[in-house]
């Protein structure tokens, strides 16, 4: 497995929620200024070639689904982020979250 670009992970957190569905139905929740449908159908097929989504063939449509859980691409995301940079410590990272200033923890909640 490997991270997701910006856009690609825009698109499987919508598909996440949706679970499954067309480009169109990929474009709807998406904030203005919405891409262009041509430039999610690329990204989709990119995330299908990837091995995090799937289709079902209607004629020439195709309904897209994901194939790697929202867990499964959470905790690959979280080990790599430890261990590039709090050297595979999750003590380390803890402290960072405890001792970053800037974190407010209000915000979050």
């Not at 919508?14 to 569905?21: A, F, T, V």
């Not at 989709?44 to 091995?51: M, P």
């Not at 929202?70 to 590039?84: A, P």
């Amino acid at each position: 497995m490997k991270p997701l670009t910006r856009a690609e992970e825009e698109i499987m957190q919508i598909l996440w929620q949706i679970e499954r569905g067309f480009v169109k139905d990929i474009l709807a929740p998406m904030t203005e200024p919405k891409p262009a449908y041509n430039t999610v159908s690329t990204i989709v097929r990119i995330l299908e070639r990837k091995g995090f989504v799937s289709h079902k063939s209607y004629g020439k449509s195709h309904e897209y689904f994901p194939i790697v859980s929202k867990d499964e691409y959470r905790s690959f995301i979280i080990k790599k982020m430890l261990d590039g940079y709090f050297e595979n410590s999750f003590g380390k990272l803890t402290d960072f979250f405890k001792n970053d200033e800037t974190l407010n923890t209000k915000s979050y909640q």
